[in-house]
């Protein structure tokens, strides 16, 4: 609401609202370590929204879904189908828990922004999307050096097959930079400008 108040001054002209009005203080334990803020409020609200969701979807499956089940089914799905089989392959069993947890995260705190009384999302501070691509950078290097080891990995990134030899000088520090930082760091920005 008070941003609403904020769009008009004392003479009528339009003032945008301030930072301060998006993201307020510390509501509750402000100035300790365990202090809770709007955006901390979002995450919690959403994801007990998310749990809520499962739960109630799958408590008692039936075989032929029904409800909220068909839906939770659905959505399980089109992650499964549309986007770990699509991009993994037969690769994608190992993987469906986190990407679908991943996805309905991202899906439940964007959601947060277009809802009344909220209008904020979760992932609208850099520390979430950088948790979360942090974690599947991790994920993406540990998979890679177990699958080539350590040397295969770094040698299979840094010096792409089809590239004249002379050129590796210049490639290889440029893809060392992409692996080891850009990537972790596009993958935030990107997850966090969604949904500003």
């Given at each position: 609401m ?7 001054s ?37 994801t ?6 499962f ?11 029904r409800g ?12 499964r ?7 993994l392959?037969?690769h ?26 909220i209008h904020?999302s ?12 942090l ?7 540990y998979v ?14 840094l010096?792409?097959p ?10 290889a520090?440029?893809e060392f ?19 500003m």
């Open positions: 008070s941003v609403l108040v904020a769009a008009t004392e003479d009528g002209q339009y003032k945008p609202p301030t930072i301060g009005e998006f993201f307020p203080g510390e509501l509750f334990f402000a100035n300790t370590p365990f202090a809770v803020t709007r955006i901390n409020l979002i995450m919690m609200l959403m007990g929204l998310l749990c809520l969701f739960v109630i979807a799958f408590r008692k499956p039936q075989i032929v879904p909220i089940q068909n839906l939770g089914e659905m959505l399980v799905d089109f992650v189908v549309q986007i770990a089989e699509e991009i392959g037969h994608a069993k190992r993987f469906l828990s986190y990407l679908t947890s991943l996805f309905f995260m991202l899906l439940f705190f964007n959601i947060a922004a277009i809802l009344p009384l904020l979760a992932t609208s501070v850099i520390g979430v999307p950088l948790l979360m691509s974690i599947t950078w991790v994920i993406y290097n890679g050096f177990k699958k080539h080891g350590i040397g295969g990995y770094f040698k299979m990134n010096f792409p089809g590239v004249p030899k002379p050129i590796y000088v210049i490639v520090p440029i930079a992409t692996v080891a930082i850009l990537r972790p760091v596009t993958l935030t920005i990107r997850l966090m400008a969604n949904m």
